[in-house]
């Protein structure tokens, strides 16, 4: 017998040790109870939502919570943890939507993370204090995060499995987002992993220790969360779902299972995506032992890899016993991952990459090993946490004074310019590291001034706050001052490494002075042209010193390139501004064409003036787009890749309004996947 034959028939004996071990784990048959009523009253619910940073994904999270079919009282609370991006605005518009839905969900604004406490959990904590405030009589408390959609019955039907079977909780894995290539080689196979690591079988018999639930949807009795002492008793957790199971499952029974409906809004559009989700908490799980991290390395590979080398090198070799043990043992964990592959629908043809997918993940745990010894262990959300053991968290060593590191900084920034959901977070993926980090600084920069701005709170605070910017932007240029908010911390070095101007961070900050206000319209051309050299092109100039393009060009770039990319802007957001009450059209073209009436922008949409207004403007931008494609043309073209990038990206939105014309100004506009990718291999970015 040849070695390769003996490491596959080791593969399948460590398979069937799974399978005795992980009992049923890849069935996928712990699902809810289609019953969703409750003898007598129903309990009333209280639902609790962690938030940092989650504005494009909350507001759908809160409707669809807010629009549950549950009969008993049912109200919310979402702790908004120091976000950045108007997630506490998305929250409260997304209850609008939902008739008395503002009267059932409170906004609480997060206080500062407390040492010992993880930034989740610190959160939750606030949350649970509110409720004697909020819903005392409350018996239950759905913990759930700011991304996921609740199908209609959802709670009424936890609800129900907790009252008939008398659990002290009840978690449901919801269905995670399975659309991109990444998404579909990756996302079933975390999933299958999960079930593997924690059988729900297991989990949901009262005599079995081994305990497991999924933080998106955790529904929990109040009693027993009270005699555990609250989520104080985990407080340091970064696996904080699986964690407070356990200890839940000392106070009774506790139940896991798969949704069908209830799914998870965020994208996993890239391998990177998925990698950091993972690397996050792999080790934690493996209690930062060497050893641990050693035997799971080994077991991935002996179970997921060595049944398809052994089926290519026994044909190489002509080794056929290696081959059909390998082939028995390929095509068995197929076998095995199908009903996972059902429930995502997905061709029965990926069980066959099952293996690529588990070296993927075994890379990911060794990278979040690296991350561990490298002191970035459990980064997440632009907060980096020092973990002496065990899986407790120490102090966050995020974006507060006095002592930060450059680092955890430079997470802040690149968290926020994720959570953007623009296309510049990926586009700027192309550059060298040093200088993509520059880049999300200058991001997070402009969307934290830009959010201010857009705040539908009172002008007199957005004012205070964009001079606070001010101050920030000022004290970064004097050597006897230091900047206290974590983006200005971000730029600093950044801005004597690439020696940006004050001038032009002040510029952006004086343009979102214009925004700030109740209105804003635009005199004429110069008054417009100035605007846009405040908050495009003067990004523009910020951005040419990072990527090192020519100084004697450097001012043509950011002028047209911003002119065109604004002025974009403006066509395509003409009837969303008005609704604001902002008009960007220049009042003095607008009169010459008949309309002269700037109070009530309600009848500005279907003016024949503004079509021609938006017409030539357009045909300003193409002109701007010309103009910076000649200016580009003279740059060293590896320099000024991203600018090219970017352009390109909005020339297709300009190429698509003037498609649809300007005389229906309500009707969106939208750039396929396809045509952005071919810019990106047109440009050399794939």
């Known amino acids: 017998m040849s070695s390769l034959t003996l490491l596959a028939l080791l593969s399948l004996v460590a398979w069937a040790g799974v399978l ?37 994904t909350i507001g759908e999270t809160v409707r669809s919570l807010l629009n549950q079919s549950y009969p008993g009282k049912l109200r919310m609370i979402v702790v908004d943890d120091n976000s950045t991006d108007g997630t506490a605005k998305a929250a409260r518009d997304g209850a609008v939507l939902v008739p008395d839905g503002p009267d059932r969900l409170t906004v609480i604004s997060g206080k500062p993370l407390e040492a010992g406490w993880s930034g989740k959990l610190w959160a939750l904590h606030q949350g649970l204090s509110a409720i004697p405030e909020v819903l005392p009589g409350a018996s239950y408390v759905l913990f759930t995060d700011a991304d996921i959609e609740h199908a209609p019955g959802n709670i009424a039907r936890l609800v129900s499995q907790c009252e008939r079977k008398g659990l002290a909780m009840a978690s449901l894995m919801v269905k995670l987002r399975c659309r991109s290539l990444w998404e579909r080689l990756l996302i079933p196979a975390f999933v299958f992993f999960f079930q593997k690591l924690y059988p729900f079988p297991q989990v949901n018999d009262p005599k079995n220790p081994m305990a497991g639930a999924a933080g998106g949807c955790i529904l929990a009795r109040r009693s027993s969360l009270e005699a555990i002492g609250g989520v104080s008793a985990i407080r340091g957790a970064l696996i904080d779902d699986c964690t407070l199971a356990a200890r839940l499952k000392e106070t009774g029974p506790i139940w896991l299972g798969l949704a069908g409906r209830t799914r998870s809004l965020r994208p996993y559009d890239d391998l990177w995506d998925v990698w950091s989700m993972v690397a996050r908490t792999a080790y934690v799980q493996l209690r930062h032992s060497p050893l641990l991290l050693t035997g799971s390395v080994l077991g991935m590979t002996l179970i997921y890899l ?50 690529v997918a588990a070296f993927l993940y075994t890379l990911m745990t060794l990278d979040s090993a690296r991350r561990h010894y490298a002191g970035r262990g459990g980064e997440w959300k632009g907060r980096a946490y020092s973990v002496p053991g065990h899986g407790d968290a120490g102090s966050e060593t995020g974006p507060e004074p006095p002592a930060v590191a450059p680092e955890d900084l430079d997470a802040h920034v690149e968290a926020i310019t994720r959570a953007s959901g623009t ?33 539908p709170g009172e002008e ?12 920030e932007i000022e004290a970064l240029y004097d050597e006897g001052r230091k900047p206290t908010l974590p983006v200005a911390q971000a730029l600093d070095l950044k801005i ?21 206000g109740p209105s804003v319209r635009i005199k004429d051309m110069d008054d417009l042209e100035l605007y846009c050299d405040r ?34 802007n403006i066509l395509r957001d003409v009837v969303e501004d008005a609704g604001r009450n902002r008009l960007y059209l220049p009042e003095s073209r607008l009169k010459v064409h008949g309309l002269n009436a700037f109070g009530d922008l309600g009848h500005l949409i ?11 403007l357009a045909s300003k931008a193409q002109h701007e787009f010309k103009e910076a494609d000649r200016v580009h043309a003279l740059c060293d073209r590896k320099v000024v890749r991203p600018a090219i990038l970017m352009k390109e990206a909005y020339r297709l939105i300009l190429e698509a309004l003037l498609v649809r ?11 396929s996947k396809a045509a952005k990718i071919w810019v990106a291999i047109r440009h050399g970015y794939l």
């Open 606 to 616: 279907g003016h024949p003036a503004t079509a021609k207004v938006c017409a030539e």
């Open 661 to 671: 014309g300007w005389k229906h100004l309500d009707k969106p506009v939208s750039i």
């Open 423 to 455: 296309s510049f977070f990926r586009a700027m993926r192309i550059l060298p590291e040093e200088r993509r980090r520059a880049m999300y600084a200058i991001y997070a920069f402009c969307r934290v001034v830009d959010d201010i701005a857009d705040n």
């Open 535 to 568: 908050v495009a092109c003067a990004v523009g100039r910020l951005s040419n010193r990072v990527f090192g393009v020519d100084p004697a060009l450097s001012d043509d770039v950011a002028r047209h390139t911003g002119l065109a990319l604004q002025l974009t």
């Open 496 to 516: 004597r490494r690439f020696g940006m101007r004050k001038e032009d961070f002040l510029a952006v900050i004086d343009g979102m002075e214009t925004d700030a």
């Open 20 to 56: 005795v071990s992980r009992r049923g784990f890849w069935l996928c048959d712990q699902r809810l109870d289609k019953q969703s009523t409750t003898p007598g009253l129903p309990p009333e619910v209280v639902v609790v939502i962690p938030a940092r940073d989650e504005a494009p």
């Open 306 to 355: 060595v049944p398809p080398l052994a089926v290519v090198l026994g044909v190489i070799q002509g080794d056929w016993s290696a081959l059909v043990a390998g082939l028995v043992g390929w095509l068995g964990m197929a076998v095995l991952y199908r009903p996972t592959l059902k429930l995502y629908r997905q061709s029965m043809v990926m069980g066959v990459l099952l293996p």
């Open 460 to 471: 007199s605070v957005k004012r205070a706050q964009l001079a606070q910017w001010r101050d």
